[in-house]
């Protein structure tokens, strides 16, 4: 063959014959010289990680998914999930997709800023105060940021949350002086959360998602923040029996893909796969919004303890944030996104969306 290949040049300068003919046979000797791709399998695989443990309900909503994308496409697009942190926390993973080693990611928005850091906007702690400002906010910034991100080739499919941060410790947290005695973790690599939290006079210990667990229960670390579902799922909440009654952030969350592992999938299936992402997650944000107090109460009633704040010690936490925002990267790095926000923030206050205006 390869002989045949190298000299198929001066074979074709002695061919006679019809131009039609000689045009097929050219085809030919390029299709058996490797120069016109043989089709590979009609199947499409696409690799996704995630650090939500198997059983929990995010990976759950990513079977779900799964199997809808298997429907959708008539088997021809396989989703093949690594749960629990198996490919590494979900610092590596962004940097498995970036090098192609990864197509897609069920991601928290502590990692997605490691794509793009205009997702930081939606990190700012202590800016929203309920689940439908979160809503009213994101819906009119999220094409804002997906633009952003589809500037770095990743396609967001759909966004969801974690539920809200709050703060477990080994020991009863009121105010910013009290976490301030105590080695707060903060997952590795999130250089901004990490500076924040310096600046407000943490002591932090960066360490891998994976890490976290043993590292409380040996106590390298006495704090961390994290949703009542991750501390519920984990046990932390056992290790770390105070949680400060203080919705610090929400934790956002999206399912991204690589847009050249996108462009993989056949045009007529994409619409379909991304319908069926968009429905799982709204599923799964309403089911996370009831389970984490759901989760409060379970941990309740197996010795948590809420520490409740008073007007004053509120009043403490909201003054350091608010001296923070000037300087927190989505100020800095898109002022214009930082200005929209905020603008938005004040607007919801007087909407009649806003839950605490109508008690």
Not at 58 to 82: P, T
Not at 234 to 251: C, G, H, I, K, V
Request: with cysteine; hydrophobic share 45%.
């Amino acid at each position: 063959m390869n002989s045949f290949c190298s000299d198929h040049n001066l074979g074709m300068s002695n061919l006679a014959g019809s131009a039609a003919l000689r045009v097929s046979i050219l085809f030919l000797v390029t299709l058996l010289c490797g120069l016109v791709p043989v089709p590979a399998s009609a199947k499409v695989i696409v690799k996704l990680g995630t650090i939500a443990p198997e059983g929990s309900a995010w990976h759950d909503a990513l079977l779900r998914v799964r199997q809808q994308w298997h429907d959708a496409s008539d088997g021809g697009v396989e989703l093949r999930i690594y749960a629990g942190g198996v490919l590494g926390g979900e610092t590596e993973m962004v940097r498995k997709m970036q090098r192609r080693g990864l197509d897609a990611i069920a991601i928290s928005g502590a990692g997605l800023p490691q794509i793009d850091s205009s997702i930081d906007c939606l990190n700012m702690p202590l800016l929203f105060a309920s689940y439908e400002e979160l809503d009213f906010v994101r819906s009119a910034i999220q094409a804002d940021l997906e633009k952003q991100l589809m500037a770095r080739s990743v396609k967001i499919l759909n966004w969801a949350e974690a539920g809200w941060v709050y703060f477990f410790a080994k020991q009863p947290v009121r105010t910013p002086d009290d976490l301030r005695k105590l080695r707060l973790w903060t997952a590795a690599g999130y250089s901004e959360t990490e500076r924040l939290f310096k600046s407000f006079g943490f002591r932090v210990i960066p360490l891998d998602e994976t890490d976290m667990l043993t590292a409380l229960r040996t106590g390298l670390i006495e704090a961390i923040d994290v949703p009542p579902l991750f501390a519920l799922l984990d046990r932390s909440y056992q290790a770390a029996n105070f949680m400060t009654d203080l919705r610090w952030a929400p934790l956002n969350a999206a399912t991204v893909i690589h847009l050249e592992a996108w462009e993989r999938i056949a045009e007529k299936f994409r619409p379909p796969l991304a319908a069926a992402v968009r429905s799982v997650g709204k599923r799964l944000r309403d089911q996370t919004r009831k389970s984490e107090r759901d989760a409060i109460r379970e941990m309740q009633a197996r010795g948590l303890e809420i520490v409740k704040l008073d007007n004053a010690a509120i009043a403490q936490w909201q003054a350091v944030v608010n001296e923070a925002y000037p300087q927190m990267q989505c100020a800095k790095r898109h002022p214009a996104l930082f200005e929209k926000i905020m603008r938005l923030h004040e607007q919801f206050k007087s909407s009649s969306q806003n839950p605490q205006k109508n008690q």
